[in-house]
């Protein structure tokens, strides 16, 4: 009895440290708004990023060592509209024998957005097809600002995308299927921060039956080499959760998110500082959803081209996810 008091306290204290901190990173570890996926035909680890028109980088391990591999759109988007050359916030999921990936088009500070779509059936850089704008786009004075795009499959067999970043926050829209453009529905709003300058954005939806949980990054995201916000401003994870995918999101008070709502997952801690621009994939190694993100670690350095490739295995004993 006490052999196996002892053994189940120290496997306890074991995953405390392990979800602690981040998992291990070698190789091509600097990553901004990194998107994962792992391509189950030879378990070989994608990892896709802003910056150098999506960066691709493999990995046969998700520790790493991480090897950058090319660009998804070497020659930018189709999409005419100024940072059509500058790339950001992707996010990939498989459809059928299809991999889509989704990115942004837009300049810091404006509402002149699109969101566009590329797609592969291997992945591997100069096997990507771009197909241009999904529908998704805002102009100044839009309610939302069409960036940080995000596909869930629904339990129905219909297809989402969340999306947005301050104005007005994050939106929902249905997507056709394939889910190459929306289906002309209305964008509904899903989360809104009404203090400050509204500030979340980089929405995620991940449905374990029977919720849908939305994850989002509250707070300021960058440029913290130069100037660094009050203590708690900073970029953290926050999370909501429905049993409907496009509306409906409360967090664990049951605050809607809708109206400020969210409960944090993940925040500054550590050496680990300013955690967001998360995803969540199903990992066949680990055998569960794995949070990943980026973040600084301030024994590296603040700058935003020091950003680290971060991740986590989820626990999800409340309900609620826990890393």
């Given at each position: 009895?006490?052999?196996?008091?002892?053994?189940?306290?120290?496997?306890?204290?074991?995953?405390?440290?392990s979800y602690e901190k981040p998992g291990a990173c070698s190789g091509a570890c600097n990553v901004h708004d990194p998107a994962v996926i792992c391509r189950t035909s030879d378990g070989t680890?994608?990892?896709?990023?802003?910056?150098?028109?999506?960066?691709?980088?493999?990995?046969?391990?998700?520790?790493?060592?991480?090897?950058?591999?090319?660009?998804?759109?070497?020659?930018?988007?189709?999409?005419?509209?100024?940072?059509?050359?500058?790339?950001?916030?992707?996010?990939?999921?498989?459809?059928?024998?299809?991999?889509?990936?989704?990115?942004?088009?837009?300049?810091?500070?404006?509402?002149?957005?699109?969101?566009?779509?590329?797609?592969?059936?291997?992945?591997?850089?100069?096997?990507?097809?771009?197909?241009?704008?999904?529908?998704?786009?805002?102009?100044?004075?839009?309610?939302?600002?069409?960036?940080?795009?995000?596909?869930?499959?629904?339990?129905?067999?219909?297809?989402?995308?969340?999306?947005?970043?301050?104005?007005?926050?994050?939106?929902?829209?249905?997507?056709?299927?394939?889910?190459?453009?929306?289906?002309?529905?209305?964008?509904?709003?899903?989360?809104?921060?009404?203090?400050?300058?509204?500030?979340?954005?980089?929405?995620?939806?991940?449905?374990?039956?029977?919720?849908?949980?939305?994850?989002?990054?509250?707070?300021?995201?960058?440029?913290?080499?130069?100037?660094?916000?009050?203590?708690?401003?900073?970029?953290?994870?926050?999370?909501?959760?429905?049993?409907?995918?496009?509306?409906?999101?409360?967090?664990?008070?049951?605050?809607?998110?809708?109206?400020?709502?969210?409960?944090?997952?993940?925040?500054?801690?550590?050496?680990?500082?300013?955690?967001?621009?998360?995803?969540?994939?199903?990992?066949?190694?680990?055998?569960?959803?794995?949070?990943?993100?980026?973040?600084?670690?301030?024994?590296?350095?603040?700058?935003?081209?020091?950003?680290?490739?971060?991740?986590?295995?989820?626990?999800?004993?409340?309900?609620?996810?826990?890393?």
């Amino acid at each position: 009895m006490f052999l196996n008091l002892l053994l189940l306290l120290v496997s306890f204290v074991s995953i405390a440290i392990s979800y602690e901190k981040p998992g291990a990173c070698s190789g091509a570890c600097n990553v901004h708004d990194p998107a994962v996926i792992c391509r189950t035909s030879d378990g070989t680890y994608f990892r896709f990023s802003t910056g150098n028109k999506i960066q691709i980088a493999t990995s046969s391990s998700l520790s790493g060592p991480w090897t950058n591999k090319g660009s998804v759109l070497p020659s930018g988007s189709e999409i005419n509209l100024a940072g059509n050359k500058d790339l950001w916030a992707p996010d990939v999921t498989k459809v059928g024998d299809t991999y889509y990936l989704y990115y942004s088009v837009s300049t810091f500070g404006s509402q002149e957005s699109a969101i566009g779509v590329a797609t592969s059936t291997t992945m591997e850089a100069g096997t990507w097809t771009d197909c241009g704008s999904t529908g998704v786009t805002s102009s100044a004075g839009s309610a939302y600002n069409a960036i940080d795009g995000n596909v869930v499959l629904a339990g129905d067999g219909s297809y989402y995308m969340s999306f947005g970043s301050f104005w007005g926050d994050i939106y929902s829209v249905p997507m056709g299927n394939p889910p190459l453009t929306s289906s002309g529905g209305s964008p509904k709003r899903i989360a809104y921060n009404s203090t400050g300058s509204h500030a979340i954005e980089g929405a995620f939806v991940w449905y374990r039956s029977p919720y849908y949980y939305l994850f989002f990054s509250s707070g300021v995201c960058c440029g913290y080499d130069s100037s660094r916000p009050a203590q708690g401003m900073e970029y953290r994870i926050n999370v909501c959760r429905s049993t409907s995918a496009n509306s409906g999101y409360v967090d664990k008070k049951g605050i809607a998110c809708t109206s400020s709502g969210g409960s944090t997952v993940l925040a500054s801690h550590g050496n680990v500082y300013g955690p967001g621009g998360q995803g969540i994939f199903l990992d066949p190694v680990a055998g569960g959803e794995i949070l990943y993100y980026h973040y600084v670690d301030t024994k590296i350095g603040y700058g935003d081209g020091q950003k680290r490739f971060g991740w986590n295995l989820i626990s999800w004993g409340t309900g609620w996810p826990v890393v």
